[in-house]
């Protein structure tokens, strides 16, 4: 599904993606974890091309990043993103957000994407929210709200930039839950998280970056019990 | 001192042609000026050096000038080119015009900018194009922020039309200088013309506080 082969990505003289090879399967999910500033998020946004890269490959869907004849927002169509901070659009209610790419670029009847939208509310627990605002959601809503709008666009893989972060504490589970739910019903993910207990739960393999590489990766038993480098290892350590 | 109000009653339906004229003038430069100042604004912001610096150098050449110069080079220079018998009110129009293009363009950008790169991100996460980004996500949020500047720049524009008179477009303050020629007189015309623009400019501030509060209720 996604191939990413020797990804390297730098600002001005700083290197910041040091030649990453990733291969994801479909329907399987990948969580990344690693310090800030490994990494992590810029190798996530360089799958949808939000980062351009230096050098490399990427292969989504069977479209070539690089090529310069594939159309981008064709590729991102069938690629969702859920930011950190939401991003949510805050001139429209609810409704609207989920609907708006729908309509605009899959082209379909308002009545059909007004149906997928109320079909994806009641599966992130928000029915009752349609037609309000954006700033009248807590943190969490608004993250499931994103989450909702991402896939009405029906995409085959799905990004995650640390969807938790930004969230109070008490809030952060009702977030999980839902993108549990999605990895159980056999969506692709690739997670940017700092939740351990998501990543040994619900991912099928744990990738460990630090300082533009990625160290290890495996399954998240292999992980986390039993790491094999110290770089792996010492970050555990601090975070577990 | 004596204060001849029969001069007042006398240019009153001039005065009042003129303020329609001063309106009218303004209400142009502020059309023209922001469609104008739409596409220079967006172009000052392209991410191509190229296409962005003769934007630059437009909004530059605009604020860096004074406009009594630039109404000076349309009317004797530009339009003298282009009409046999140049009209002063089209000269008035194109100048004022010209001029608020450049500091609507500065408006949108500043607009644009001060959106958050997370909405454009998202919506180009969707799958949406530039400039269906930029028409559904960030000019709806944009323009909200752009009232109370783009009233600021009406404001300036009714002000700024007076220096109209000097190429001879009847509008308020060439009445004002009309009368005082005919009756070397200063006060009655000039504090006239003066109080007009005051109740014009105060009026439109008023309006524009109104319509402020209205949409940031939203």
């Known amino acids: 599904m996604i191939k990413v082969t020797n990804l390297k990505k730098s600002y001005g003289d700083l290197e910041v993606l040091k030649g990453l090879d990733v291969h994801i399967k479909e329907r399987e999910v990948v969580v990344v974890i690693g310090p800030s500033g490994s990494g992590k998020s810029t190798f996530l946004r360089c799958l949808n091309l939000l980062e351009d890269f230096n050098e490399g490959e990427v292969i989504i869907d069977g479209f070539n990043l690089k090529d310069k004849n594939i159309d981008i927002n064709k590729v991102r169509e069938e690629v969702g993103m859920v930011f950190q901070r939401f991003n949510l659009f805050p001139h429209m209610t609810v409704l609207d957000n989920i609907t708006l790419a729908p309509v605009k670029v899959r082209k379909w009847s308002m009545e059909k994407a007004k149906q997928k939208a109320l079909e994806l509310l009641v599966k992130v627990g928000l029915q009752d929210k349609a037609h309000v605002y954006p700033d009248s959601l807590s943190g969490g809503q608004a993250q499931r709200v994103a989450i909702a709008r991402a896939l009405a666009m029906e995409p085959k893989v799905m990004l995650f930039d640390e969807p938790t972060s930004a969230l109070d504490p008490e809030m952060v589970g009702e977030v999980l839950a839902v993108m549990k739910q999605l990895a159980q019903e056999g969506m692709t993910m690739v997670v940017v998280t700092h939740e351990m207990g998501f990543a040994r739960e619900v991912g099928d393999r744990v990738i460990f970056m630090d300082g533009g590489y990625i160290i290890e990766e495996g399954k998240p038993s292999e992980i986390f019990d039993n790491p094999k480098h110290e770089r792996t290892k010492s970050f555990l350590s601090k975070v577990l | ?218």
């Open chain 2, 1 to 218: 001192m004596d204060f001849r109000f029969d001069i007042i009653a006398e240019y009153a339906p001039f005065f009042l042609k003129g303020v329609l004229l001063t309106i009218g003038l303004s209400i142009i430069a502020i059309i023209v000026g922001s469609i104008l100042g739409l596409v220079i604004g967006l172009g000052k912001i392209s991410s191509k050096q190229l296409v962005r610096l003769p934007f630059e150098w437009y909004i530059n050449f605009f604020r860096g000038t004074p406009l009594f110069v630039q109404i000076l080079l349309v009317h004797f220079g530009l339009m003298p080119m282009l009409f046999p018998q140049p009209n002063p009110i089209i000269s008035a129009s194109v100048s004022l015009s010209l001029n608020a293009a450049a500091y609507i363009a500065e408006i949108f950008r500043a607009g644009i900018q001060s959106i958050d790169r997370g909405q454009m991100e998202a919506a180009r996460s969707l799958g949406m194009t530039h400039v269906q980004a930029m028409s559904y996500i960030i000019l709806p949020q944009a323009l909200k922020r752009m009232i109370p500047p783009f009233g600021n720049e009406f404001i300036v524009l009714i002000k700024d039309s007076s220096l109209a008179a000097i190429i001879a477009a009847p509008e308020l303050m060439y009445w004002g200088r009309a009368a005082q020629g005919q009756y070397y007189r200063v006060w009655e015309p000039y504090l006239t013309v003066a109080l007009i623009y005051l109740v014009l400019t105060l009026s439109l501030s008023k309006l524009l506080h109104y319509l402020e509060r209205r949409y940031s209720a939203k």
